[in-house]
């Protein structure tokens, strides 16, 4: 986009007089935010337009992206990189005044997401349009994000995150494309010209409201779309109203009205325990629904045949949540285009695939019969004709083996098994690292792969390089454009070219100047904001994430806590100062969680109030995770925590968003973890830990006690025992459910199994870190492998080896 500043000066001051009557100086901060984000959106309405326009003229192949979740955060700043009008705009706004940077700090993040699945939907539509891929997401407007964290005294206290509030400078509500979504009623089948068909009567209608969010891709006229749905009452309020002619028809109106409203109402913030709630079923179906109707509307516009849909359509399934997209596209074949049940099967099957995020039990979605049955009764008639085929099918080839079938089959013991459903209904399976895959092929899913190996592979994780170097880190980013010019902005692998500098002393000087710079601006905030010192020559290691029992951050707080132990025999002790840094919601359910979350915190304030250590260690715990704060806190990072039991994080995503800015990863072999080790070689990460396979052979033979070791290693023992003796300040009865979960339920994580090798690493990080030039040279050769972990890379292969897509230039 070629506008200079004095063209955006005119604009914005256009925009402020006509949004708000107001001019730069009357304006508050929110208003400019307002007015500078709508023009932003109006200077890339002709290139979406085009792209769209170039798009359905020459039926190319469409991507959509189905997520209960897209994380996405803040636009204002990467949609001004992504359309390369950032310096123009931040000189224009300076001349009149204003810093850019006041008025990101006014946007809302969109916190349409709980954690790395919903982060990463978010960095791959940033990736397709920025390759210029057709790619599209489909998903819900909630209404509420993700609660915002408070903490208070040391607690957890949620508060509802009502970001729509002031308006959403980004999205256009398209009210002739709302679709609607049907529930409930009754299915009637009726012969018509000798066909079997299927009426349905006496359902409820939701109007699905699309809200449209333009996806801008890296200087290249891209522009992609993210719709979100919103649902509303298929009458306006208008008729509503008039159609109460007393005050109970009135009263139940507005009931009715808030019922459906309900759907797209609030975001669930649980990622792995899961509760089976009706209206997060609804949500799935709803968005689902609407969107394939959708898709296919627009197909059909381009004039082509619905049998060749899967020819110029993909629709891929983030996790089980959009599984009802099975059901839902054969019904639409079947019931509205009148199509035949083996050719509906073909299209859906070379339409759909899917990807898997977790190995976890508890969080493989399943769903009860009665529920699906009454909820959508058409679709649940499909699903059991799909379960009824396939079974048929496993009898032929599995006649003895009614053990397996049962494993496999669809619906069994009055459930749905999503994930099986996505398996047998699509034609791809996908894993997220290749631990993970690996895993799923040879345990959870082996059944399947045995059944259909040409339908499973890994797709390894990515993050994008534009918010997550560029955009949070843009003096490193101009620094390494300085290193080795900027062809790397678009061909992120090029970062490798930095590591013949790892070695030059002028290039490490640099690079840990800004290491530090990030690292002070940092301290201030944290003195302004939450009025603790810390100390900007410290090592910061961070482990910022959801927090989850698997997750680990209990092991990070014990070996503070034996840091801390240590100290206090001898304050002289010599260790490297460090401040330890966590940031981290708890599903508000999770009761464990949110023990955790008062544990570190009051672990924090025991160890920072304590002179006597001479401020060697301290803790910080930063209230209200989210996007925007990661791109803050990550910059600074010098250790990367990725430490959760082997075997259990499918990939993480974190752990590449660190080591693209320069921070050494401490790491178990889990995960994504492995292949950075791959990638940057021994020397330049520390792994500690018992491996996946060891894991998972304990967890069989149950040879494990944490009991054991926690009476023969004395450090351990104390720290038990501080926890639950009121050493640290609280009654002794407040931890008990973690001493329960690590001693009586034997500690499922392995954290004290894992304790002494964790203890080990630290001790090497200390030694590291004092050797600076090695340090930088580390921090170096990760930044140079991090281009490997780009997400364009990831989407690259998920066009080529699962999405037959192609890219598209936008003239
Ligand atoms: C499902 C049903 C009902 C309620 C909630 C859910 C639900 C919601 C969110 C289940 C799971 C999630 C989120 C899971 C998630 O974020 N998984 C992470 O995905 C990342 C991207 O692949 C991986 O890097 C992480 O390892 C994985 O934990």
């Known amino acids: 986009m070629t506008l200079n500043k004095e063209a955006i000066k005119k604009d914005f001051n256009k925009k402020l007089m006509h949004m708000f009557s107001e001019d730069v100086e009357d304006a508050s901060n929110f208003h400019k935010y307002l007015a500078f984000s709508s023009l932003i959106k109006e200077y890339c309405s002709e290139n979406w337009f085009k792209s769209n326009k170039q798009y359905r003229k020459n039926a190319e192949k469409q991507v959509y992206y189905f997520s209960m979740e897209f994380l996405i955060g803040r636009l204002l700043r990467s949609n001004l990189l992504n359309l390369g009008i950032e310096k123009e705009s931040e000189e224009a706004l300076k001349e009149l005044g204003v810093d850019l940077r006041d008025l990101e700090e006014e946007e809302k993040d969109a916190g349409l997401g709980n954690g790395g699945l919903g982060r990463l939907a978010a960095c791959f539509l940033d990736s397709m349009a920025s390759i210029g891929m057709p790619g599209h997401g489909c998903g819900i407007r909630y209404k509420y994000g993700l609660f915002e964290q408070k903490i208070i005294d040391g607690y957890q206290v949620e508060i509802p995150d009502n970001w729509l509030k002031d308006g959403n400078a980004w999205e256009v509500r398209k009210d002739d494309k709302a679709v609607i979504v049907r529930f409930g009623g009754k299915v009637n089948p009726v012969m018509k010209n000798d066909r079997l068909n299927f009426e349905y009567k006496d359902y409820d209608e939701v109007l699905a409201v699309p809200y449209d969010m333009p996806v801008i891709g890296y200087h290249n006229n891209t522009v992609n779309t993210l719709r979100l749905w919103s649902a509303e009452t298929v009458e306006s309020d208008d008729e509503l109203d008039f159609s109460s002619f007393n005050y109970g028809d009135y009263s139940k109106a507005v009931q009715y009205k808030s019922a459906v409203e309900s759907i797209s109402k609030v975001l669930y913030p649980d990622d792995s325990h899961i509760q089976g709630k009706i209206l997060r079923l609804k949500q799935q179906y ?13 197909y059909l516009k381009t004039g082509k045949p619905i049998n060749d849909l899967y020819k110029h359509v993909a629709i891929h399934i983030n996790d089980t949540h959009p599984s009802l997209s099975v059901p839902e596209l054969m019904r639409i074949l079947l019931d509205e285009k009148e199509i035949e049940w083996d050719e509906a099967w073909n299209i859906t099957t070379k339409t759909i695939s899917y990807t898997n995020h977790t190995i976890m039990a508890e969080a493989l979605e399943k769903w009860p019969v009665d529920l699906v049955k009454n909820l959508f009764p058409r679709i649940y008639m499909i699903i059991e004709e799909i379960n009824r085929r396939f079974v048929e099918k496993l009898c032929l080839s599995y006649p003895n083996e009614s053990s397996k079938i049962t494993k496999m089959a669809i619906i069994n013991n009055g459930e749905i098994r999503m994930a099986n459903m996505l398996i047998v209904g699509g034609h791809s399976v996908n894993g997220v690292a290749k631990l993970h ?144 840094i966590f940031a981290a919601k708890a599903s508000p359910s999770y009761y464990l969680a949110k023990d955790i979350i008062k544990l570190i915190n009051t672990v924090g304030k025991k160890i920072n109030n304590d002179k006597s250590i001479k401020n060697k260690i301290k803790v910080l715990f930063l209230e209200n995770y989210r996007v925007s704060l990661a791109e803050k806190i990550i910059p600074c990072a010098d250790i990367s925590e990725q430490i959760s039991t082997a075997s259990k994080e499918a990939s993480g995503t974190g752990n590449m968003k660190f080591m693209m800015n320069g921070a050494i990863t401490i790491a178990t072999l889990d995960g994504a973890n492995i292949e950075i080790r791959d990638e940057v070689g021994d020397d330049n990460i520390i792994t500690f830990g018992m491996s996946a396979k060891e894991v998972m052979e304990l967890e069989k033979n149950r040879g494990y006690s944490s009991s054991q070791i926690y009476n023969n290693d ?53 030694g590291l870190y004092r050797d600076r030039k090695k340090w930088v040279e580390m921090s170096i050769t990760n930044i140079a492998h991090s281009g490997e972990f780009s997400s364009d890379n990831t989407i690259l292969k998920y066009a080529r080896q699962i999405w037959n897509a192609k890219k598209v230039k936008i003239y």
């Open 286 to 298: 709803f968005f689902v629904s609407a969107g394939i109707q959708s898709i296919i509307r627009s």
């Open 437 to 580: 895959t690996e895993i799923l092929k040879s345990r959870e899913l082996s059944d399947f792969y045995e059944l259909y190996p040409e339908k499973f592979n890994n797709k390894t994780n990515g993050i994008t390089h534009r918010r997550w170097l560029i955009q949070a880190n843009p003096r490193l980013a101009e620094f390494i454009t300085e290193t080795i010019g900027d062809r790397w902005r678009k061909h992120p692998k090029k970062l490798i070219e930095l590591l013949k500098y790892s070695k030059y002393s002028s290039v490490q000087d640099k690079m840990d100047e800004i290491k530090k710079d990030n690292k002070i601006k940092f301290a201030n905030t944290v003195k302004s904001r939450y009025g603790i010192i810390i100390d900007p020559e410290s090592i910061y290691d961070v482990q910022v994430k959801r927090l989850h029992a698997y997750k680990r951050q209990i092991l990070n707080l014990f070996h503070i806590m034996y840091l801390y132990n240590k100290l206090k025999e001898n304050p002289n002790l010599d260790i490297f100062p460090r401040t330890f």
């Open 714 to 766: 004395n450090r351990i023992h104390k720290i038990v025992n501080q926890i639950m003796s009121g050493y640290l300040g609280e009654s002794s009865g407040e931890f008990r459910n973690i001493y329960n979960h690590l001693i009586e339920k034997n500690d499922e994580y392995f954290v004290l199994k894992d304790f002494d090798s964790y203890v080990k690493a630290q001790e090497i990080v200390d």
